[in-house]
């Protein structure tokens, strides 16, 4: 199947933030045709300025992408995100948006939440949704399903991308057999203005508009409380999990 006909992912992060490129981007052709394409020649990873036919499959926004050399990539797949990885690497290395400001999209970092699980060793903290790492979703700690458990964030900007579940590259079926986050209410706390808002149940990420809330105005931003409200239920795990949250500014 293909994945897309005729779009265009311009590239926001490379290699989980670690190195910085605004000049790369993934494109999809009706002929089941993927192009890497990094305009400023900065990157001698295998894959870019070069096409390869591919075929994918997949569900619940996370697909498998076998390209014609052989190689395989997983992807989280949206109309308005790509996040790919390569099979076998934790960190992505490609991260981009349709329409998206690069420029102004970032981790929201200093998120606090009202819990977090602890489990055989390992802290599934809200610092997780700093990065799209396999395996390292910030998870509640509450039992039951976390309805009424919260997230607090600071951000001038009143567009978020919010990534579900638990994504593990390695074991994809953990993100139904984990809970997902269905309904939440957004508050600011500096006015008081809340907002219901509903998710999709997909891996890929989903454009958030806080306008309604709060306007950019260029200040240091106002802080967010997000309460969970009502989950996807998990076909064996109550625990709910969020991959990861980003601002991001659309450029139209």
């Known amino acids: 199947m293909a994945l897309f006909s005729q779009e265009e992912f311009s590239m926001s992060w490379y290699r989980g933030f670690e190195l910085d490129t605004y000049f790369c981007t993934v494109k999809f052709y009706e002929n089941n045709t993927i192009e890497f394409q990094d305009d400023a020649c900065s990157y001698s990873y295998y894959l870019w300025n070069q096409s390869f036919n591919y075929t994918s499959e997949g569900s619940k926004g996370i697909y498998k992408i076998k390209l014609d050399n052989g190689k395989e990539l997983v992807g989280l797949v949206s109309k308005n995100y790509l996040v790919l990885y390569e099979v076998g690497e934790l960190k992505p290395f490609f991260i981009g948006g349709i329409g998206i400001s690069v420029e102004a999209t970032y981790p929201l970092g200093g998120v ?12 599934y903290k809200s610092s997780n949704l700093d990065n799209l790492n396999s395996d390292s979703p910030w998870v509640e700690g509450v039992k039951g399903y976390g309805v009424g458990e919260k997230l607090i964030f600071r951000t001038n ?16 079926s953990l993100y139904e057999k984990n809970s997902r986050v269905k309904k939440v209410k957004f508050k600011c706390l500096e006015n008081g203005k809340e907002e219901i808002w509903n998710f999709e149940d997909t891996a890929g990420g989903q454009q958030v508009d806080l306008s309604n809330l709060f306007k950019y105005d260029g200040s240091a931003g106002v802080h967010i409380e997000m309460e969970i409200l009502e989950v996807y239920k998990g076909t064996k795990y109550t625990d709910t999990c969020i991959n990861g949250m980003y601002t991001a500014f659309s450029r139209e």
């Open 157 to 172: 900007m009143p567009g978020i991308a919010f990534f579900s579940g638990y994504f593990s590259i390695n074991n994809p």
């Open 112 to 123: 606090e939440s009202s819990s977090f699980l602890t489990e055989n060793g390992k802290e």
